[in-house]
């Protein structure tokens, strides 16, 4: 999938309070690359079609086994980034963190590299060099989240990206690097940095997250016959919520980190749309985002991008928007052929959902 970005689209179930309040369900899936939202308020509905979607009953190792191909594409050397795109609630940092009882994308993958890593090692020839950062994209400022918090008063110092031309990669200027050789440190070190992300009540979710959150995972790997060094990197960024300012009615402050955010989404948005188009010049430079992003969307990178969806009839609008957001990304692979066995695995995907909807009704 060179050059290529796919796009999943992933719901989740009614929430409890969903269900409490008497919400009921509008989008549903129609098959393993479509899903259909109904507007009971407008009579219609509408079909997106993404590379693969992931209805209500998918499991977190379902959405990781359509992934770990990025994560052996970081080791053999791309650059590689996964980020979820979705409204706040909808299940971003449940697809790409998840919880203890129920780890996401980042647990999984951090595991499955040392994995790879360990066995690429043991055949002998090569030697690996793991490193990590952790940063939020907060309004325009960039923050490290693996240092010290600032001291009462001061503001944590917002840092520049530059680009390493020996490496072929962007870095962040001055961000803590810390090397890890386990997936246990790799794992604390999300942790560490997920307990300083910053987060500011809204109406919405009462913990929502109003910053971008990046980990960016550097995998050096020396060639031992040639001395030749090369890097991969594998970026997993749990954007902040998509809502417009009207829904969670915020003001102050809030409203003011709203419209930052809505700001780097559309230029990320515009990003993904020259690339899409095969422009001369991507807008990266537009904001601090996409900067970040620079190495990782488009070129020989290798990007997935969840959209993730709240099912309820309440969020209809912000699904709306989501999905179209999305398929705005996803023209990028109408071009790129659908593998070959495209079918079966359509017809096993719905065999699966299909076994899964039915164990769900014998639970309820
Ligand atoms: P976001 O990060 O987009 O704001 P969360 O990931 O925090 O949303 O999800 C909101 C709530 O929904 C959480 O309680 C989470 O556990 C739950 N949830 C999200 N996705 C799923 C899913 N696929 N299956 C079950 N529960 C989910
Ligand atoms: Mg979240």
Redesign the pocket.
């Known amino acids: 999938m060179k050059g290529a970005i796919r796009v999943f689209a992933?719901f989740?179930?009614l929430?409890r309070s969903e269900r409490e309040a008497g919400d009921s369900v509008v989008l549903s899936q129609v098959d393993a690359f479509t899903v259909d939202l109904r507007r009971p308020d407008h009579k219609d509905s509408r079909n997106f079609q993404f590379d693969s979607v992931f209805g209500?009953g998918?499991t977190q190792d379902e959405v990781f086994t359509e992934c770990r191909d990025l994560v052996q594409s970081a080791v053999d050397g791309y650059n590689v980034t996964i980020f979820a795109y979705?409204q706040?609630?909808?299940?971003?940092?449940?697809?790409m963190y998840g919880?203890k009882e129920d780890p996401g994308l980042a647990p999984r993958s951090i595991q499955t590299l040392f994995d790879m890593i360990n066995r690429e090692t043991q055949r002998g020839g090569k030697a690996f060099k793991v490193k990590a950062y952790m940063v939020e994209v907060y309004k325009q400022d960039i923050l490290d989240l693996l240092t010290d918090p600032p001291q009462k008063g001061q503001k944590a110092p917002s840092l520049q990206v530059k680009k390493d031309v020996g490496r072929g990669i962007m870095y962040v200027e001055g961000v803590t690097e810390r090397p890890v050789s386990t997936p246990q440190e790799l794992k604390a070190l999300l942790v560490e940095g997920e307990r300083k992300r910053h987060v500011a009540a809204t109406k919405m979710?009462d913990c929502?997250?109003r910053s971008h959150l990046m980990l960016s995972i550097i995998i050096e790997c020396t060639v031992k016959d040639t001395e030749q060094v090369r890097y991969g990197k594998i970026t997993l960024c749990?954007l902040a919520?998509s809502e417009r300012p009207k829904k969670s009615e915020v003001s102050g402050e809030a409203l003011k980190e709203t419209i930052e955010i809505n700001k780097s989404l559309t230029c990320l948005g515009d990003v993904i749309e020259a690339l899409t188009k095969g422009d001369k010049s991507i807008p990266y430079r537009n904001h601090k985002l996409t900067m970040l992003m620079q190495d990782s969307l488009g070129g020989s990178a290798k990007t997935l991008m969840f959209v993730?969806c709240s099912p309820a009839r309440s969020n209809t609008e912000e699904t709306l928007m989501s999905l179209k957001w999305a398929s705005r990304a996803r023209q990028v692979t109408n071009d790129v052929k659908k593998n070959a066995d495209s079918k079966e695995v359509a017809r096993l995907k719905q065999v699966i959902t299909l076994m899964s909807q039915a164990q769900n009704v014998q639970e309820e």
Do not use: E
Request: glycine share 22%; net charge positive; charged share 20%.
């Open positions: 992933r989740r179930p929430g209500q998918s979705g706040t609630g909808a299940g971003k940092t449940h697809t919880s979710n929502s997250s749990d919520g993730n």
